[in-house]
């Protein structure tokens, strides 16, 4: 049983930066991997960033790379998403996600993950 409790969504402006924290509490000595997601309204839930947290193992989705930074504090299971260069269509809610037990080396799918967090509001202006 893992909880993962998000913050740091919010308004900012385009070329802005802003930082979004996931603290994972619970059964997490077999955290496996990290993400982040994101889903606007009427689309559908889409990869932005993952860490294996064994190693820092870190990837991207292409439309974030160069942008967008995931890195954790292991002491206390927290992983961060740093943003900056914000743009309009990364408006969306974030969600973070942990992956408990590993069944593939695949970190870039939803279904890849065992555990989400509420989601927080993410919205760029233009």
């Known amino acids: 049983q893992v909880q993962l409790v998000e913050s740091g969504g919010g308004l900012v402006q385009a070329g802005d930066s802003l930082r979004l924290s996931c603290a994972a509490s619970g059964r997490t000595f077999n955290n496996n991997a990290m993400g982040w997601f994101r889903q606007a309204p009427g689309k559908e839930r889409e990869f932005v960033a993952a860490?294996?947290?064994?190693?820092?193992?870190?990837i991207y989705a292409e439309s974030v790379k160069g942008r967008f930074t995931i890195s954790r504090v292991n002491v206390n299971n927290t992983v961060y998403l740093q943003m900056s260069s914000l743009k309009p269509e990364d408006t969306a809610v974030y969600y973070c996600a942990v992956r408990i037990r590993s069944t593939s080396a695949v970190v870039t799918t939803t279904i890849s993950y065992d555990y989400w967090g509420q989601g927080t509001q993410v919205t760029v202006s233009s």
């Open positions: 860490l294996r947290w064994s190693g820092g193992y870190t």
